[in-house]
């Protein structure tokens, strides 16, 4: 097998080493916190594949109604970060152990990497671009800002949902590993909120933060 | 700029917006999903190919063939790339283990292949199709307790006569302690896309050190790096995992190169655990000698860690160096060349691991005099550096940190005896422990510029990992041109701009702000010059500049609908080192408990107080130290690497496996700082804050577990496997 | 993950029908561990059979005085259940201390039975495992085996069982109703669902090609003090290092089961007579015949002793 005979450096290219500092960047404003991914679905590369190993799916996300053929084994994060660049939704793990990924489908969160996108025919997707933007926070997305509630922010979108959620299923008296009384109402304490929040893993480690954002909407509800 | 002294009492002495509690600027952008993280950047490069990476199946040996036929003929497979195709690429400086490119298998899950398809779903099954023939090397070694360090290792401190003061003292400590492996485990994979313009290489990453990115990707892609261009402006967790450049990055730019279009490469999380860094094991013994009623006439700290051949290991005695006054020091890392993945640095590398073995020691110290672990450490408080009894701490308020903390949590009503406090089943004990962290600052570069519309932009290759860089930088430069701070945009991570320190070694906060710092007083100086006055005569407030009875709008500084722009980069004299310790202290309690049927070890309450300067954001400061608190609570109780000694791989390598702190083990977190300037270490005072709180937290846990039942481990994680056979008998 | 066809059931003996008709075929409902493994390639089956439109999502009450459970019904939906909560709360507390809310919304009951072992080798696949391998050994004996099984294993597999759900249901004698390719519906007591490894670890069930679980019976309550208590490093999402699956009366007898210690749910009905004596009469018979490694010998006194919590619980 011949060696790939790559970037072969030529002499004049050595004697150009950039000096970054040595004047203005001259760039063109950037636009990076601008940008928001446009929900265009982008077209599939799915020519190569069988009839059988694809699918059609129609599905309604934040509202709006989508239909995708898809490959089989796309998941619905995937089809929804790849396909329809709704990239709020993050890929932590790939794998059901961060919960970075977690979305709303007819109304319960779940773990959109462990689900394929072929069986939501029908269904009602959340994300986080669904629950508000920039300039039009859903009270939760507010409370995160005014307690800090993130750092790095690749697990917040899933926080977010997750806190959303949380707060939902206490509403609905479902039962959680630190329920005292199963057979009353069910206080939102803090312990309560914290085992909830259990399936969104935050490295940077702003648990006490995101505890006392729900704290905040929980009050803002009461 | 240079920074040659102590800041002067009028510098920065009265802030309207450093200091202050500003919320993070990117706010809005990451709690609504738009702030774009590298994998995810679909509008920087039409038609963008997947690839997907394959990591090797034996942790040494030589990879003998790969099969490529049934992945080339799968359906949207474009390209195979195998690590047999290529030479050994060339490490810069800051990479150790082989990337890319070679047939020799130097730790498990290197990367071997990438298979680069229309979509991810075929990338990832043409990757499974690739069949691999390895020779095993089957002579290596992956036990550290089995491997014997190189031997050529000099002491890091050598002081008075440690073997004679130790034993002439009458009451003595010797303790061998273990820490395991550790993976940072940031919550956004290894990531990039790359793509080719003739020779010239983009790569949106995901990145802590953009020119040290740069170097390195040149170097490994034998260009130079004036035709390396790196953008990473959101960077979903570092930790020390993103210091460098990685697999994703090279085969996302061999991937591209071979294809002709951008390819996209995320590493799995199942191989990121072993494909890339990770903290390396210690095993440490300390010995301390004191007198009787406390005082320490001599400490020894050796630790032995693990690295790949030519690498470094883990450095645990370095707070040792530092911390405690004694006459008679001895510190010494020796390091075992092994073939596990590269260890590398994880935040705090050194002071993390080290402190989870010496505070503990003390505690033990503490305990064998029958003192108070918080009086124990106040009486051995260095005044001058005991590695160099020359120099002095710049600013050292450890002794405030312990007892301002004493005070706040209660220390006197602690749990004197265990088994004393109960709360139902389980034993209540508290724990202390001092944290130390050096505070270092490296030069840092930015650009600053008033806009056309009145407005501020600052640019600077500098990162935000977290860490609130964004809101800092910009608190910068709207205190130093006097405008409000959301008239203030920041751009980071983009290797077009000045270079600036990146983010690591919690240097990234003080070196960046002082980088901005040094370009806002080139712009000040520049406009003084503009308007024909003296620099020093200048105010900056509310959007304009005041001299002399005038005031001229920022706005009108600008001509042609052009930017009015300064460049500078603050260096750092060695003034700071040869003269001081610049460093960074704290103190930790906790209220731990420990179940009495099963061990299950949870925790009551967490509270740290910080001696880091100046505290730039109150708000963003805290995070930090919650979060590490957080990671520190993972590094006492969960977090373990486990090495499977005969196959030579770390087992537990994904989220599931490796168990980081979930919200419900995080109990209320209380940080306190004394936010005492200190003028040695940067213009603005400041010193790093997001590695100190990591430090002293896992021997606080320790401490408080050995406070609720007598039981003291030794070997971390503190599981309740190490703790169910020494419970009390049922 | 490798190609697959997707057919999408209308009726659980269609569905049976279907699945045993292609060589490689697998049900999906909830797919929370199926798509994860899949991924991976531990799982490559080439036709998937989409059982979730089959309606069996009701929790109904028998003649007999219990509970048919839809095979569908969510891990949320059934420790929410009123019924389930008021009659059997070991059911609820052993649901709620597996996996996290948003797993839970996925999972199904009939899918929880079914789930994998966690043994770090099976999930890598460049490791020997008879499991996913068969003949090609095991890692985990002498390997890393801190979390795998103390008892029921053997020398070809030590894998654990990772279902809290199923622990429950063992200690419930709960019974699985399946439908076959033919129609033909049976039976099954949760002990017998699942075999040892033996030689055989790949074969972990008793179920018949094509064979699909359409309801879980529950039988008539039986009362006392029922306790799930879950022992793990992490607080919250993870797996049980030990857990008790307890029904205590008020004279003391009971019932008990284990989980994270062996192949399947570990339950005796000899060794818990010895429960008015103590955790350790109970353990001493219950895992006799315990066969630790160096990594997992903790297990044996920690079993015992988180009964002995789990009684202290029960007599308050």
Redesign the interface.
């Known amino acids: ?1 011949s ?2 005979k ?4 030529n002499r004049r ?2 004697m ?3 000096a ?2 040595a ?3 001259g ?1 063109p ?2 636009a ?2 601008e ?3 446009e929900a265009v679905v ?1 077209p ?3 020519a ?3 009839d ?2 694809k ?1 059609t799916v129609s599905f309604t996300v934040n509202g709006e109604k989508h239909e995708l053929s898809v ?5 619905l994060l ?1 089809a929804l ?2 396909r329809m ?1 709704l ?14 990924c ?1 979305i709303t489908v007819n109304g ?4 959109s ?4 996108a ?2 939501h025919d029908g269904d009602e997707i959340v ?3 669904g ?5 039009n ?1 859903h009270p939760m ?2 409370a ?3 307690h ?1 509630g ?8 899933g926080q ?1 949902c ?1 806190a959303k ?2 707060l939902e ?1 206490i509403k ?8 005292k009384d ?2 009353g109402p069910i206080e939102a304490t803090d ?1 309560e ?19 006392a954002a729900i704290n905040d909407v929980k009050g803002q509800n009461a | 700029m240079r920074f040659d002294k102590p800041a002067g009492d009028s510098v920065l002495a009265d802030t309207k917006v450093i200091g202050k509690p500003v919320h993070r600027v990117d706010g809005p952008l990451k709690t609504t999903g738009t702030a774009p993280y590298a994998y995810e950047r679909h509008d920087v490069a039409a038609n963008q190919l997947v690839g997907w990476p394959v990591g090797a199946a034996i942790a040494k040996g030589k990879l003998k063939s790969v099969g490529t036929k049934k992945a080339e003929a799968a359906p949207g497979v474009v390209a195979v790339l195998t690590t047999l195709q290529f030479d050994r690429l060339p490490l810069s400086q800051w990479n150790t283990a082989n990337l890319f490119g070679g047939d020799q298998i130097e730790h498990y899950h290197q990367a071997v292949a990438l298979v680069v398809a229309e979509t991810l779903e075929t990338a990832r099954a043409g990757a499974a199709m690739l069949e691999f023939d390895y020779a095993p090397d089957t002579e290596a070694s992956f036990d550290l307790s089995k491997t014997a360090p190189t031997g050529d290792e000099q002491p890091l401190s050598d002081v008075g006569n440690f073997e004679k003061a130790y034993a002439d003292a009458p009451v003595t400590i010797d303790v061998n302690y273990t820490t395991p492996a550790e993976s940072h485990a940031m919550m956004e994979p290894h990531a990039s896309i790359a793509a080719w313009d003739g020779d010239e290489v983009t790569l949106w990453t995901s990145n802590q050190m953009i020119q040290w990115d740069k170097m390195a990707l040149a170097t490994t892609l034998k260009t130079t790096p004036d035709k390396v261009r790196i953008d990473s402006p959101y960077i979903g967790g570092g930790f020390g995992s993103k210091l460098f450049l990685r697999a994703d990055a090279v085969l996302a730019a061999l991937g591209a190169k071979r294809t002709g279009k951008p390819v996209k490469v995320q590493l799995p999380r199942p191989m990121i655990f072993n494909n890339t860094t990770h903290r390396g094991l210690t095993e440490q013994h300390l010995k301390i000698g004191a007198t009787q009623d406390g005082k320490i006439v001599a400490i020894s700290h050796e630790n032995k860690s693990n690295a790949l051949p030519g690498g470094s290991s883990e450095k645990a005695p370095a707070p040792t160096q530092h911390f405690y006054a004694t006459d008679n020091l001895y510190c010494i890392n020796r390091t075992a060349e092994m073939h596990l993945p590269e260890s590398n640095a994880m935040r705090a590398p050194g002071e993390a691991s080290g402190l989870m073995a010496l505070e503990a020691a003390m505690d033990e110290l503490a305990e064998k005099l029958d003192m108070d672990p918080v009086e124990l450490r106040i009486m051995n408080d260095a005044k001058v550096d005991p590695s160099n009894p020359n120099k002095t701490f710049s600013r050292r308020h450890f002794v405030e940190c312990l007892r301002t903390g004493a005070d706040r949590f209660g220390w006197s009503k602690r749990n004197r005896k265990p088994g004393d406090t109960r709360e139902g089943a389980w034993l209540i004990g508290h724990g202390v422990a001092g944290a130390y962290r050096g505070a270092p600052a490296q030069a840092s570069g930015a650009e600053v510029a008033i806009r056309p519309d009145g407005g501020v932009v600052v640019r600077t290759d500098m990162t935000d990992i977290g860490t609130g860089s964004y809101t800092i930088l910009a608190q910068t430069a709207a205190e130093m041109l006097g405008v409000p701070v959301e008239r203030v945009r920041v751009e980071l991570g983009d290797s077009r701009y000045p270079v600036s320190s990146g983010s690591g070694g919690q240097f990234g906060a003080v070196s960046s702000t002082a980088g901005v710092y040094a370009a806002c007083v080139a712009l000040r100086k520049k406009i003084a010059d503009e308007l024909g006055k003296k620099h020093d005569d200048l105010t900056f407030a509310d959007g304009a500049v005041h001299a002399g009875g005038s005031t001229t709008e920022l706005k009108k500084l600008t001509r042609g609908g052009r930017e009015l722009s300064a460049i500078d980069t603050m260096h750092f004299g060695d003034f700071r080192s040869e003269k001081y310790v610049v460093s960074t202290f704290g103190a930790h309690f906790i209220e731990a408990r420990v179940h009495s049927l099963t061990g299950e070890v949870r925790l009551n309450r967490m509270l740290a107080v910080c001696d880091a300067g100046r505290i730039l954001n109150p708000i963003t400061a805290r995070s930090q130290v919650i979060g590490a608190m957080t990671m520190g609570a993972g590094a006492a109780l969960l977090e373990e690497m486990a090495v499977d000694h005969d196959r030579g791989f770390f087992v537990n390598h994904d989220l599931a496996g490796y168990e980081v702190p979930v919200h419900l083990d995080i109990p209320h977190q209380e940080v306190v700082f004394l936010d005492v300037l200190d003028p040695v270490s940067t213009p603005l005072k400041a010193k790093g804050v997001g590695e100190l709180g990591i430090c002293g937290v896992a021997a606080a846990i320790a401490n408080a577990v050995n406070n609720a039942t007598g039981i003291r481990v030794r070997d971390y994680p503190i599981t309740l496997d190490k703790i169910v056979g020494k419970l009390p008998t049922i | 993950m490798r190609a697959f066809s997707l057919e999408r059931a209308s009726d659980p003996q269609q569905a049976a029908k279907s699945a045993a008709s292609h060589e490689n075929s697998k049900f999906i409902a909830g797919g929370t561990n199926l798509i994860d493994l899949m991924k991976l390639e531990i799982e490559t089956p080439t036709h998937l059979v989409d059982v979730t439109q089959l309606g069996l999502d009701k929790i109904e009450e028998t003649d007999e005085g219990g509970l048919r459970i839809g095979t569908l019904v969510s891990n949320t939906d059934l420790a929410a259940d009123d019924r389930v909560r008021r009659d059997y709360p070991v059911l609820t507390r052993a649901l709620v201390a597996g996996a996290t809310g948003q797993l839970r919304n996925k999972a199904t009951t009939g899918g929880n039975f079914l789930q994998r072992t966690r043994c770090p080798y099976f999930y890598d696949t460049n490791m020997p495992c008879n499991k996913r391998n068969p003949g090609s050994g095991c890692a985990a004996i002498g390997g890393y085996s801190r979390q795998l099984a103390v008892i029921g294993g053997s020398d070809h597999c030590i894998a654990t069982h990772p279902s809290d759900m199923a622990v429950a249901m063992r200690v419930l004698d709960a019974e699985l109703e399946t439908v076959d390719p033919d129609g033909k519906t049976r039976s099954i007591a949760v002990d017998d669902l699942y075999r040892l490894p033996g030689d055989t670890p790949e074969k972990e069930t008793n179920l018949k090609p094509g064979e699909v679980i359409t309801a879980v019976t529950l039988p008539k309550p039986v009362g006392g003090k029922q306790i799930y208590y879950k022992v793990r490093d992490r607080s919250s999402y993870a797996f049980a290092l030990v857990s008790v699956a307890a029904i205590v009366q008020p004279d003391g007898t009971g019932r008990v089961a284990l989980g994270g210690v062996a192949p399947k749910p570990w339950r005796d009905e000899e060794a818990e007579k010895a429960l008015p004596q103590g955790a350790g009469a109970v353990m001493d018979t219950l895992l006799a015949d315990a066969n630790p490694t160096d990594d997992n010998e903790f297990k044996v006194p920690l079993a015992k002793r988180t009964l002995a919590a789990v009684l202290q619980e029960a007599g308050n």
């Open positions: 097998m060696k790939e790559m970037f072969e450096i290219d050595l150009i080493v950039g970054a500092t004047a203005s960047t760039l404003a950037t990076y916190a940008a928001t991914p982008k599939d590369d799915l190569s594949l069988d059988t190993l699918s490959d089989n084994r796309t998941t995937d970060r790849e660049q990239t709020g939704t993050k890929k932590g793990c790939d794998h059901g152990q961060c919960g970075a977690t319960r969160r779940i773990n990497c462990l689900t394929l072929a069986l994300t986080i671009e629950l508000g933007q920039p300039d926070l997305q507010a995160f800002i005014e800090d993130y750092q790095c922010g690749y697990c917040t979108p977010i997750s959620e949380t299923e609905a008296g479902i039962p959680s590993n630190v329920t199963l057979s312990d909120i914290r085992e909830r929040m259990s399936g969104n893993i935050c490295r940077c480690g702003a648990y006490s933060n995101i505890l």
